[in-house]
């Protein structure tokens, strides 16, 4: 059945209208105190989890100030990275800062569920970026966010709009449930297999036999910063360029694609990374994520972003990069990792951590040696990350079937694609 059929008999002929959220919801303009938040009912952009995944608990609870006040009911959505799609529909009443938006229905004819499924659209959050201000932390415009359209059923007739509404979410809910149910399992083996690579990868990389040395990062190559570029500059087809927040949001270990392009134009103002250097991160909200690591495999430079490093050196560009994803190597950085409001990698301090060198003293044995590694950590890595392989892929086509499923129940039409 189409997605048309499918809402024509769901909608019984009744009409649809579309309206700016603005119309029909508001931001919470209400303030609470310190004393009534704590960690299960504090939220922040950290505590939000990715992908409409909802919320954790708070590790940090603000004891001064006030703040922004949620009900239970009331969308909550992180503004900053807007791409990270953090929402979720609040089961309890709480507080929160002025870096999540908190969305409530001021309409009989829409419901907070309803409103809650709406958002999750991966449209919407095309939108927000769109709109987005900022290259370094995008944030989504409130004003631009208010603006947004969205389909209500038969908005003059509160009681048919909510039952139609109703039906929406509770077709949605069953298949999140049996999506969500079928998805944990997957990940729990996932999980599973990642602690098991993890271990083994650790152990391969250890080295505490046989001939090898450790060097600092800074004996073995260089160090070369990017040169800044914003979204604004994104184009369908020019000059390949990796984003800062792209290596630890989109890439592995190792690419040889980039996702995004720049204009040719500005060929002659960018920094590039040479196929074989490892691209590290600069800044990040975790330290994790800082000084996060992906070797560039590809034919041809890459230009980088002003918030990443190239490092330039002679041995084989994934096994340094499968280096630099080691718990002890990870250890080491956290060191090196200014916690201001954004964290900063320490450039110098990061070049003085050591990785293994095996078989110093013999260069061809070396780089026989590092490519042998890297073969039994690729299988690892194909299995664990891969898109295309393994439990990944089955989690991708689970969340695949379930966004098919969203887009035949909110795939309203709009008047201007209505024949007449």
């Given at each position: 059945?189409?997605?048309?059929?499918?809402?024509?008999?769901?909608?019984?002929?009744?009409?649809?209208?579309?309206?700016?959220?603005?119309?029909?919801?508001?931001?919470?303009?209400?303030?609470?105190?310190?004393?009534?938040?704590?960690?299960?009912?504090?939220?922040?952009?950290?505590?939000?989890?990715?992908?409409?995944?909802?919320?954790?608990?708070?590790?940090?609870?603000?004891?001064?100030?006030?703040?922004?006040?949620?009900?239970?009911?009331?969308?909550?959505?992180?503004?900053?990275?807007?791409?990270?799609?953090?929402?979720?529909?609040?089961?309890?009443?709480?507080?929160?800062?002025?870096?999540?938006?908190?969305?409530?229905?001021?309409?009989?004819?829409?419901?907070?569920?309803?409103?809650?499924?709406?958002?999750?659209?991966?449209?919407?959050?095309?939108?927000?970026?769109?709109?987005?201000?900022?290259?370094?932390?995008?944030?989504?415009?409130?004003?631009?966010?208010?603006?947004?359209?969205i389909p209500i059923p038969c908005p003059n007739n509160p009681e048919k709009s909510l039952e139609i509404q109703a039906e929406i979410v509770r077709i949605l809910d069953t298949f999140t449930e049996l999506t969500n149910e079928l998805t944990n399992?997957?990940?729990?083996?996932?999980?599973?297999?990642?602690?098991?690579?993890?271990?083994?990868?650790?152990?391969?990389?250890?080295?505490?036999?046989?001939?090898?040395?450790?060097?600092?990062?800074?004996?073995?190559?260089?160090?070369?910063?990017?040169?800044?570029?914003?979204?604004?500059?994104?184009?369908?087809?020019?000059?390949?360029?990796?984003?800062?927040?792209?290596?630890?949001?989109?890439?592995?270990?190792?690419?040889?694609?980039?996702?995004?392009?720049?204009?040719?134009?500005?060929?002659?103002?960018?920094?590039?990374?040479?196929?074989?250097?490892v691209v590290i991160t600069d800044v990040g909200e975790t330290v994790e994520d800082v000084g996060k690591a992906v070797a560039w495999l590809g034919n041809g430079r890459v230009a980088i972003h002003d918030h990443c490093y190239a490092f330039r050196h002679s041995m084989n560009p994934k096994f340094v990069s499968y280096c630099m994803q080691t718990a002890s190597f990870i250890a080491e950085k956290a060191k090196y990792v200014a916690r201001t409001k954004v964290n900063t990698l320490l450039v110098n301090g990061f070049s003085k951590i050591s990785i293994p060198v095996p078989y110093p003293n013999d260069s061809e044995k070396s780089l026989a040696e590092q490519a042998r590694i890297v073969a039994i950590l690729d299988k690892f890595d194909a299995l664990t990350t891969s898109i295309t392989e393994g439990l990944p892929c089955e989690i991708e086509l689970r969340q695949k079937q379930y966004t098919y499923y969203r887009e035949l129940l909110l795939n309203f039409l709009k008047p201007e694609a209505v024949e007449v």
């Open positions: 059945m189409s997605n048309v059929k499918f809402l024509d008999k769901l909608l019984d002929g009744v009409l649809v209208e579309w309206k700016a959220l603005g119309e029909v919801a508001k931001y919470s303009d209400v303030r609470i105190d310190s004393n009534q938040v704590n960690k299960k009912n504090y939220v922040g952009v950290d505590n939000l989890l990715q992908n409409g995944a909802g919320k954790a608990d708070s590790n940090y609870v603000p004891t001064e100030g006030r703040h922004i006040e949620y009900r239970s009911g009331d969308v909550l959505i992180g503004n900053i990275r807007p791409y990270l799609k953090k929402i979720w529909l609040a089961d309890q009443a709480g507080g929160t800062n002025g870096d999540v938006l908190v969305i409530r229905s001021t309409h009989p004819s829409l419901s907070s569920g309803y409103l809650h499924q709406v958002l999750m659209d991966d449209k919407f959050f095309a939108y927000n970026m769109q709109h987005a201000r900022g290259a370094k932390m995008p944030r989504g415009d409130k004003a631009k966010i208010l603006e947004y359209c399992e997957l990940t729990n083996e996932l999980t599973a297999r990642k602690k098991q690579y993890n271990h083994y990868r650790d152990l391969l990389l250890s080295f505490e036999d046989g001939d090898v040395e450790w060097k600092p990062l800074g004996k073995i190559g260089e160090f070369i910063r990017g040169k800044r570029f914003t979204k604004a500059d994104y184009v369908d087809n020019g000059i390949n360029v990796i984003h800062y927040g792209e290596i630890y949001t989109r890439y592995g270990v190792f690419t040889d694609k980039a996702f995004s392009q720049v204009r040719e134009d500005m060929a002659n103002s960018l920094r590039y990374a040479e196929s074989g250097d």
